[in-house]
């Protein structure tokens, strides 16, 4: 089954400090990847996607990630972290099955970051 | 732009009791998406719906039943409520790119549901 790991559930920053927080999925063919934002007591919110291309993406607020399709990975990344910043981070994946797709999300990051 | 609306943004409601969250999509987009969010927890999908017919179904229990309707807004009915079903539900929408859905989702502010 298909299936999105991020490897950190809590990520503790100080401001400035660089920010990479780990994606990986279990899927064999063509994925659309996505990066979502949850600040405290709001919805989820798009960072960033990959569709195809250039497998650096830039989102909003400075973030980028790197799609590796050898490792199944996409990364997310910001070099200098705010305070702003503290949210919980889910990346997803959109895979296709037999009948349909999925977007599937990941268990989610919590990064806090100290002022 | 438009968003997704939601409503009620907060419930409260007895053990027991019923309960009806609406939702109603991005202009022009065909599906509708349903996630519970209990505390401290990701995002678990319930149940999809496009073009008014169910497309996809995740954990929804069979107290919950959901539909969406010729206007593309959907409701989700709760009934013989839990303690358990105190959640934030989300409802998400997307479209379709040159007939493709991307998997790009859009989401709502949210209902809080409190059961007590």
């Known amino acids: 089954a298909q299936s999105v790991s991020q490897h950190n559930h809590h990520v503790i920053l100080s401001e400035a400090a660089s920010l990479e927080l780990g994606c990986n999925y279990s899927?064999?063919?063509?994925?659309?990847l996505f990066w979502y934002v949850q600040y405290p007591g709001q919805h989820l919110q798009l960072l960033l996607k990959?569709?195809?291309?250039?497998?650096l993406v830039k989102g909003i607020k400075g973030f980028e990630a790197e799609f590796i399709k050898s490792k199944f990975s996409f990364n997310l990344r910001k070099p200098s972290v705010q305070w702003s910043d503290t949210a919980e981070y889910f990346c997803?994946?959109?895979?296709?099955?037999?009948?349909?797709?999925?977007?599937?999300f990941g268990a989610g990051t919590r990064l806090f970051v100290k002022a | 732009a438009a968003g997704v609306i939601q409503s009620p943004r907060h419930l409260i409601k007895e053990k027991r009791e019923t309960a009806t969250l609406k939702c109603y999509p991005i202009?022009?987009?065909?599906?509708v998406y349903w996630y519970q969010q209990g505390p401290g927890q990701d995002p678990q999908f319930l149940i999809s719906?496009?073009?008014?017919?169910?497309?996809d179904k995740g954990s929804i229990p069979d107290r919950f039943s959901a539909q969406q309707f010729s206007d593309y807004h959907s409701e989700l009915n709760m009934s013989s409520l839990e303690l358990g079903d105190s959640a934030l539900y989300f409802c998400?929408?997307?479209?379709?790119?040159?007939?493709?859905?991307?998997?790009?989702?859009?989401f709502g502010e949210g209902s809080r549901l409190t059961v007590l």
């Open positions: 998400a929408s997307s479209f379709r790119l040159a007939g493709l859905n991307t998997g790009e989702l859009f």
């Open positions: 899927y064999g063919g063509t994925v659309n």
């Open positions: 990959y569709f195809s291309g250039d497998p």
């Open positions: 997803a994946v959109k895979a296709a099955y037999t009948g349909g797709f999925k977007t599937i």
């Open positions: 202009p022009r987009h065909d599906t």
């Open positions: 719906f496009y073009e008014k017919m169910q497309s």
